[in-house]
């Protein structure tokens, strides 16, 4: 079974940091590019960050460009989300996606997310 | 970049036909492939239509995508309405510079 498990979220001060990790199973994880996607409970999604599956490509939202770095360890099947200077409007929950072996595929297996708090 | 501009809601009675639509604000619709998820509360996105009309494994044929260049929007259109169906949908497309989602529209199915 294809799956994807976030993990890391948690409450955090504004400033501060946190890293989020998602771990992968059920597919051949580095043939295909992964992604980052947020979303404030009750609102719309807001992609936040795509690494392709080399890592040669890797694109952010002006958002979070500069605060956020995405990795992945092909070895241990695991994306990550390092996430600096926090602040009140990244507060959200977090999905890592699965995508193609092209960076412009559909998003198509989406994990559980984890939640992050930023809040003094 | 580009917005992705969809109706905050639409609403149908089971058995009919809605179509949600998706309008790129520039640039050329037809230019990069849409992609559609629906999203059930309390769950995760699922990918219902991928590269404008494309259904992944599972997905009903009563799910549907297409592309109009003349508005230069997307549409997804789903026939014999389930109250299943009732979920938020998001299109979404891309640059070379970042992944655009739609607002989203929440179908109701009355």
């Known amino acids: 079974e294809v799956q994807l498990v976030e993990s890391g979220g948690g409450l955090v001060q504004p400033g501060r940091s946190l890293r989020l990790s998602c771990a992968a199973s059920?597919?051949?994880?580095?043939?295909?590019?992964m992604h980052w996607v947020r979303q404030v409970p009750g609102k719309g999604l807001e992609w936040v960050s795509s690494?392709?599956?080399?890592?040669?490509?890797?694109l952010y939202a002006d958002s979070v460009r500069g605060r956020f770095t995405v990795s992945r360890d092909n070895a241990k099947n695991s994306l990550y989300l390092q996430m600096n200077s926090l602040r009140v409007d990244d507060m959200a929950l977090y999905y890592c996606?699965?995508?193609?072996?092209?960076?412009?595929?559909?998003?198509?297996?989406w994990g559980q997310g984890t939640i992050v708090t930023v809040s003094s | 970049n580009f917005m992705l501009i969809q109706p905050h809601s639409v609403s149908e009675s089971p058995g009919k036909t809605v179509t949600i639509s998706c309008t790129r604000s520039?640039?050329?619709?037809?230019?990069?492939?849409v992609h559609w998820y629906q999203q059930r509360p309390g769950s995760s996105p699922k990918n219902v239509i991928y590269?404008?009309?494309?259904?992944p494994s599972g997905v009903p044929d009563r799910f549907s995508g297409s592309i109009d260049s003349s508005s230069n929007s997307a549409s997804l259109t789903i026939s014999g309405l389930k109250p299943d169906d009732e979920a938020d949908y998001f299109c979404?497309?891309?640059?070379?510079?970042?992944?655009?989602f739609g607002g989203g529209t929440k179908l109701t199915v009355l």
């Open positions: 996606a699965k995508g193609g072996a092209s960076q412009y595929d559909a998003f198509d297996v």
């Open positions: 059920g597919f051949t994880f580095d043939d295909y590019a």
């Open positions: 520039s640039g050329r619709i037809a230019s990069n492939y």
């Open positions: 590269e404008d009309n494309k259904r």
């Open positions: 690494i392709s599956w080399n890592s040669a490509t890797i």
């Open positions: 979404q497309s891309y640059d070379a510079s970042a992944r655009v």
